[in-house]
């Protein structure tokens, strides 16, 4: 059996300005802060002796690579990114980087900001511009319904808010 995977699509090349930050921020801490540790650690693991039997040693050159396949990447993937910072001409329709309050038949109100799929995060209410909740929300209208298949069937919603910041 084979090990191949094959590499997964990159998502939409669009990014926020906080989304850059923290991407960027993340590569500073790695490369500048996280790496350098690590490689003192191993060096010192190193300086035992036997490294077949050394755990410390295996372990370090384990996440020296983890960190180095992170930080190569970022790297990629921030120069690739395109950062949306400009309001679009007309906020009465869902945008990239835009608020929206959508509302349920339960009448449950959620909050969610359309991003890139660089900077999901459901805790925080960001979800990915991929997703197909936003791509159902993408171009519509304060009150309009939205109608997604969800893995329970298809939900309807209705855009109470949108808000831009």
Do not use: C
């Amino acid at each position: 059996m084979s090990r191949y995977r094959p590499p997964r699509p990159a998502g939409t090349p669009l990014i926020t300005p906080e989304g850059e930050v923290r991407l960027r921020a993340e590569l500073h801490e790695l490369w500048h802060v996280k790496r350098p540790q690590v490689t003192q650690s191993v060096s010192e693991a190193a300086a035992q002796g036997d490294r077949s039997e050394n755990a410390e040693y295996t372990y370090g050159k384990k996440m020296l690579r983890e960190i180095d396949s992170r930080v190569r990447f970022l790297t990629k993937r921030l120069e690739k990114l395109k950062v949306v910072a400009e309001r679009p001409s007309d906020p009465g329709k869902v945008y990239f980087g835009a608020w929206v309050t959508v509302e349920d038949e339960e009448g449950e109100q959620a909050r969610y900001r359309i991003v890139g799929p660089d900077e999901l995060d459901l805790r925080q209410g960001l979800i990915s511009i991929d997703s197909p909740l936003a791509r159902a929300l993408v171009g519509r209208t304060l009150d309009a319904e939205v109608q997604v298949q969800t893995p329970t069937g298809p939900k309807l919603w209705y855009i109470t808010a949108i808000d831009y910041p």
